[in-house]
Nanobody
Framework: QVQLVESGGGLVQAGGSLRLSCAAS??????????MGWFRQALGKEREFVAG????????YAADSVKGRFTISRDNAKNTVYLQMNSLKPEDTAVYYC???????????????????WGQGTQVTVSS
């Protein structure tokens, strides 16, 4: 079983920055660096894709709403994925979730149902 633990959320003013981290581990075995993604869910809304990264880190993809402001990266030596969020807006307020696919053969996906493992989420609140 894979465990994902997010951190780095908080309250920030509009225009500010935050960096989220997602630490991955596997019970009883070595964690394999599969494709991973960040999603977010605002109050009363569906969970939506934010950004994804391939298992090597060589390929990334971001939603149009965050392109140019958010950057996803990973450090496989530390089993950690990051989401650098700059120029934050009030509409970025949401619970942010880290997710992992369950095979090295799977590429980045914007579809939340194609991710097998999820973290507990971290709250990001952007004040105007």
């Amino acid at each position: 079983q894979v465990q994902l633990v997010e951190s780095g959320g908080g309250l920030v003013q509009a225009g500010g920055s935050l960096r989220l981290s997602c630490a991955a581990s596997a019970s009883g075995r070595t964690f394999s660096p599969y494709a991973m993604g960040w999603f977010r869910q605002a109050l009363g809304k569906e969970r939506e894709f934010v950004a994804g990264i391939s298992w090597t880190g060589g390929s990334t993809y971001a939603a149009d709403s965050v392109k140019g402001r958010f950057t996803i990266s990973r450090d496989n030596a530390k089993n950690t994925v990051y989401l650098q969020m700059n120029s934050l807006k009030p509409e970025d307020t949401a619970v942010y979730y880290c997710a992992a696919r369950n095979s090295a053969n799977y590429a980045i996906s914007v579809n939340r149902y194609e991710y097998a493992y999820w973290g507990q989420g971290t709250q990001v609140t952007v004040s105007s």
